[in-house]
Nanobody, 126 residues
């Protein structure tokens, strides 16, 4: 069974940091692009970051650029989201996703992604 499992969420004060891993099982995702989305209460799920395969180029939403970093460890079949300088508006459920396509257009669109995790809650207090 193919699974993406996020972890590392929790409660943090504004200005703090968290690192979210997303581990994959059931198949290798070393040749998939990997991404992070988030969904706040009452809002649409929104794109946060993506790391491509091949090449490892990255894309970020403007709201997190300069604060969040996406990275991957193919040997561990894991992608990470390092979140620094967290703000209360970063509070959301964070989801990881995997895209088998190497196309680099519309990377922020949810339909691009073939696999999704169940999400991990991140709460940032002011």
């Amino acid at each position: 069974q193919v699974q993406l499992v996020e972890s590392g969420g929790g409660l943090v004060q504004a200005g703090g940091s968290l690192r979210l891993p997303c581990a994959a099982s059931g198949r290798t995702f070393s040749t998939y692009a990997r991404a992070w989305f988030r969904q706040a209460p009452g809002k649409e799920r929104e794109f946060i970051a993506r790391i491509n395969w091949p090449g490892g180029s990255t894309y970020y939403a403007d709201s997190v650029k300069g604060r969040f970093t996406i990275s991957r460890d193919n040997a561990k079949n894991t992608v990470y989201l390092q979140m620094n300088s967290l703000k209360p508006e970063d509070t959301a459920v964070y989801y990881c996703a995997a895209d088998r396509s190497t196309a680099t257009s519309r990377v922020a669109e949810r339909y691009r992604y073939d696999y999704w995790g169940q999400g991990t809650q991140v709460t940032v207090s002011s």
